[in-house]
Each structure stands twice: as C-alpha cells, then as structure tokens.
C-alpha cells in the first residue's frame, strides 16, 4: 500500500496464477480483495502495511473464506524499517 497507480502498477506470474497489486488505500484493497475474491483466488497476502486491522477488513470482504496474511519483520529490524520507508 503506498504511492501506487492500480492497474498500472500490478504483474503477474505463472500465467495469473500469483499476482502482484499496488493498491493506495485500503479502500481501494478491499474493492480489489473482493474481485478477487469472486473470480475464485485461493489466498491473498498483503504487505505488512496493511498491519492486522487492514488484514482483517480484506478477510471481512472476502468473507472469511480464503487465507489471509500480511507479511511483517522481526521487530531487530525496526529501526531499519523506519528508515527506508521514511524516506517515501
């Protein structure tokens, strides 16, 4: 979640099967979390941003039926988090 231009910015691999999604706002991930959702994907992982409230809205549209996860870092790595993403 970020400085993102959805769809331009989003890829995909092995044919759509795995998808990547720049969303700017939780709005806008749970909007496209639910497209998803209908067309039948198996799971969506969602950037540490989205932090557990964000996960859990995307798992409230998906409707509680496919895994949901957020990638997070070991908290030695804090500082070094606060700063790369300060500068964006």
């Given at each position: 979640m970020g400085n993102f231009d959805y769809p331009k910015d989003s890829a995909e691999i092995h044919n759509g099967d795995a998808q990547i999604i720049g969303v700017n706002s939780i709005e806008q991930a749970c909007?496209?979390?639910?497209?998803?959702?209908?067309?039948?994907?198996?799971?969506?992982?969602?950037?540490?941003?989205?932090?557990?409230?964000?996960?859990?809205?995307?798992?409230?549209?998906?409707?509680?039926?496919?895994?949901?996860?957020?990638?997070?870092?070991?908290?030695?790595?804090?500082?070094?988090?606060k700063k790369t993403f300060e500068k964006n």
């Open positions: 909007d496209e979390a639910k497209k998803l959702y209908q067309k039948g994907v198996n799971c969506i992982e969602l950037c540490g941003a989205f932090g557990k409230e964000g996960a859990k809205k995307i798992i409230e549209v998906t409707e509680n039926k496919i895994p949901v996860g957020y990638i997070t870092h070991l908290p030695i790595q804090n500082e070094i988090y």
